[in-house]
């Protein structure tokens, strides 16, 4: 299943079945899970564990030295679940100490290529990044994020669960869950509604969203008279989640 051409040190683990395509390097402290195949001329530098069915496209950077400044070679790792795809050309970088010292990716994402995720950046379960999308040092994005091709977003910042954003957006502040947001800078365009009702979410529950999302964006409250209003109207799981990833915000909110 390993190609004749390619590297594996012998400080890697692979389960039996892993495939590594033609001039692919696959470094020590590298664990790699049951079901992947790393395509050709694919780099993969550790520590790094890849979960179960990884899929790597060809020309792709998994697990390689952070490219902070700060960074002095310590041992950070990159960690991800299973069921990633990883299309070409696409970077992802371990994390360093001055944060987690991991960079931590969940389980069903979709990377499309030449995308860039930066040191210590945390994603959930089932994100699409398309293509170049630029994630700096530190991000988090939350489950089920969309982010349109050409987009970067700013270290530190946080993206919420079903969250979206139009492509070639710059975000340089924090998005809310189920928001929808574009331009540069990014601002925010209403409910992702259309998701929402893909991915099963209860009438009565987007109802309830589309009100909360007014309170905050449209009546012209403070973020803290909005917050109060919508706990006090609303007693739902999915308004509180939305309340939530706005109280967690450190950079401010898209407006």
Do not use: W
């Not at 979709?110 to 089932?126: E, K, P, Q, S």
């Not at 970067?152 to 979206?164: E, K, L, T, V, W």
């Not at 403070?222 to 109060?228: K, L, S």
């Not at 706990?231 to 967690?248: D, K, W, Y």
């Amino acid at each position: 299943m390993i190609h004749p051409t390619a590297i594996v040190d012998p400080g890697a683990r692979l389960a039996d079945d892993v495939e590594v395509g033609p001039f692919s390097v696959i470094g020590p402290d590298v664990e790699i899970g049951a079901g992947s195949v790393i395509g050709p001329h694919v780099v993969v530098q550790g520590p790094t564990v890849l979960g179960e069915r990884t899929r790597i496209f060809q020309f792709a950077s998994v697990g390689e030295a952070c490219q902070d400044k700060k960074y002095q070679g310590e041992p950070t790792r990159l960690v991800m679940g299973d069921d990633n795809v990883v299309r070409e050309g696409v970077t992802l970088h371990r994390g360093t100490v001055q944060d987690r010292s991991e960079t931590t990716i969940g389980s069903r994402n979709l990377f499309m290529a030449y995308v860039h995720v930066g040191h210590d950046c945390v994603i959930g379960d089932d994100c699409i990044l398309a293509n170049q999308v630029t994630l700096a040092g530190h991000v988090h994005l939350g489950d089920f994020a969309i982010i349109g091709g050409l987009s970067a977003i700013h270290q530190f910042c946080r993206f919420g669960s079903h969250a979206m954003a139009g492509g070639g957006s710059i975000i340089t502040k924090d998005t809310p869950d189920f928001v929808m947001i574009n331009g540069n800078p990014a601002q925010a365009h209403g409910l992702n509604v259309v998701g929402l009702k893909r991915r099963g979410f209860a009438t009565e529950a987007i109802r309830a969203l589309s009100e909360s999302y007014k309170l905050v964006y449209r009546q012209g409250l403070t973020v803290e008279q909005a917050i109060g209003e919508i706990r006090q109207r609303f007693s739902l799981a999915e308004t509180e989640a939305f309340v939530a990833s706005i109280e967690a915000s450190s950079r401010g909110i898209i407006r």
